[in-house]
């Protein structure tokens, strides 16, 4: 089976940095995603990392290191609209028709 | 907006009524994915289309639920007998089926069903 964990909070300031890790345990592992979801709305896909390493998308960044079945999202010079839940997911094959996702990281930006 | 639609938005219904919820993909997408989202929890597989075949169903999904997809363009999920354990947000996805693990899922703004 598939597990992942994520803090369930992360509380950050305005302009500042912030990493949500995330810890998996798979059968057999494809990569890791990342999902934003703001509050009564859709997930966003974020990221996918296949490879060890960081991968850098504008503020977003994602780095995955396969040997510790660990990963982590970076969101800098966060802004008040960041505030959302995070989740990983991983796929259960290399054709992403299932994903496993976390229990997601609330990030609340404050002033 | 992300191109999913999802209809309604939100479904009350009594605990043994029947519930359908429809999806309408992105157009191009050949997959169709059902997930469900209750509070404070990540989605959850229950269901995913290429074109119009089922080729995957989870276990947790009972014989209560079926999903069609019947020309491989828009779905639908029907809950048979609802409980009161079926209330969750009922989220649709889509994707274009051909990029590998690292497919970019577009999900609607799922229907929020509350069962009574």
């Known amino acids: 089976g598939q597990s992942l964990e994520q803090p369930s909070e992360v509380t950050a300031v305005e302009g500042a940095i912030v990493q949500i890790n995330c810890t998996y345990q798979t059968s057999g592992f494809y990569g890791l995603s990342w999902y934003q979801q703001h509050d009564g709305g859709a997930p966003t896909f974020l990221s996918y990392n296949a490879l060890d390493g960081l991968e850098e998308t504008g503020r977003f960044s994602s780095f995955l290191s396969r040997s510790d079945s660990y990963g982590y999202l970076l969101l800098q010079e966060l802004q008040m609209k960041d505030s959302a839940s995070y989740f990983c997911?991983?796929?259960?094959?290399?054709?992403?028709?299932?994903?496993?996702f976390g229990t997601g990281t609330r990030l609340q930006v404050t002033l | 907006d992300t191109g999913v639609s999802q209809d309604p938005r939100h479904k009350i219904t009594k605990r043994g009524q029947n519930v359908t919820f429809r999806c309408d993909p992105i157009s191009e997408h050949n997959r169709l994915y059902w997930y469900r989202q209750t509070l404070g929890q990540g989605p959850e597989f229950l269901t995913y289309f290429q074109n119009e075949a089922q080729l995957e169903k989870s276990r947790l999904l009972s014989d209560r639920f079926s999903a069609e997809r019947p020309k491989g363009s828009f779905s639908t999920l029907e809950i048979q007998r609802t409980e009161q354990g079926d209330s969750a947000m009922y989220l649709c996805?889509?994707?274009?089926?051909?990029?590998?693990?690292?497919?970019?899922?577009?999900f609607g703004s799922g229907t929020q069903l509350s069962v009574l």
């Open positions: 997911a991983v796929p259960n094959t290399g054709t992403a028709s299932k994903l496993t």
């Open positions: 996805a889509s994707s274009l089926g051909r990029q590998g693990a690292g497919e970019k899922l577009f």
